[in-house]
């Protein structure tokens, strides 16, 4: 139990362009999302938090224009980084936190995104 | 603001061998988790402790958590090649709201 899925796992797009990348919670329901950056060989960055049904919340520092997250169903959040940018290229990574239950925070699988 | 700092950074031991890894925040920790990553791949979740004192083990790693809830641990018996990897500790400092922080990581290698 307690699987997270992203898709896609690899992106690779040109600069100006926009990319979504998908975060589903695939056996249980998850009223909290978490967007995380990694750069590498660094520790994760909390980038945002996506709730269900409401507006996300960005950290200090992260342009909510840029990373769009809609978060649309208790399985279901999405994070598009708009015209990206080569400075964008890093690894993206969501987790979920269980509705009920242990409140565990499981991670998806990250995506690589390159942007040329 | 609330910091994990882990040691050591990075780690070789011979396999069979046991190693311990800490995680020490500079505030009260409302819950510590233990994740295990190989470089370019999602986090694994190994444990959560949230109560002073509360130690668990699952097959051969522990985790413990302080009495104050600062410092924690995590110890691997018997390390196999398979334990190898990146172990992150990460905190939610801010009263169960899921936000996590993380330590810089701790990297293992597990020499066959």
């Known amino acids: 139990g307690a699987v997270v899925s992203q898709h896609p796992s690899r992106v690779i797009c040109k600069s100006g362009t926009s990319v979504k990348i998908e975060c589903r919670s695939l056996?249980?329901?998850?009223?909290?999302m978490f967007w995380y950056r990694q750069f590498p060989k660094q520790s994760l960055m909390l980038m945002a938090t996506?709730?269900?049904?409401?507006?996300?919340?960005?950290e200090q520092g992260v342009e909510k224009d840029k990373f769009l997250i809609n978060h649309a169903s208790l399985t279901l959040s999405t994070l598009t980084v708009t015209s990206a940018h080569p400075e964008d290229s890093s690894f993206y990574i969501c987790s979920a936190r269980a509705r009920t239950g242990p409140r565990g925070q499981y991670f998806g699988p990250g995506t690589r995104l390159t942007v040329t | 603001s609330q910091e994990l700092e882990q040691s050591p950074q990075s780690l070789i031991v011979q396999e069979g061998k046991n190693l311990t890894i800490n995680c020490t925040s500079s505030k009260t920790l409302y819950g510590l988790y233990w994740y295990k990553q190989k470089y370019g791949e999602g986090l694994i979740f190994l444990m959560m402790l949230q109560k002073g004192g509360e130690e668990k083990s699952h097959e051969k790693i522990t985790a413990k958590l302080d009495e104050k809830k600062q410092q924690s641990s995590l110890h691997i018996t018997a390390s196999q090649p398979s334990h190898a990897g990146i172990y992150l500790c990460?905190?939610?400092?801010?009263?169960?709201?899921?936000?996590?922080?993380f330590g810089q990581g701790t990297t293992l290698q597990v020499k066959p």
């Open positions: 990460g905190a939610d400092g801010s009263g169960n709201t899921g936000k996590l922080i």
């Open positions: 996506s709730n269900e049904g409401s507006k996300a919340t960005y």
């Open positions: 056996d249980f329901q998850a009223t909290t």
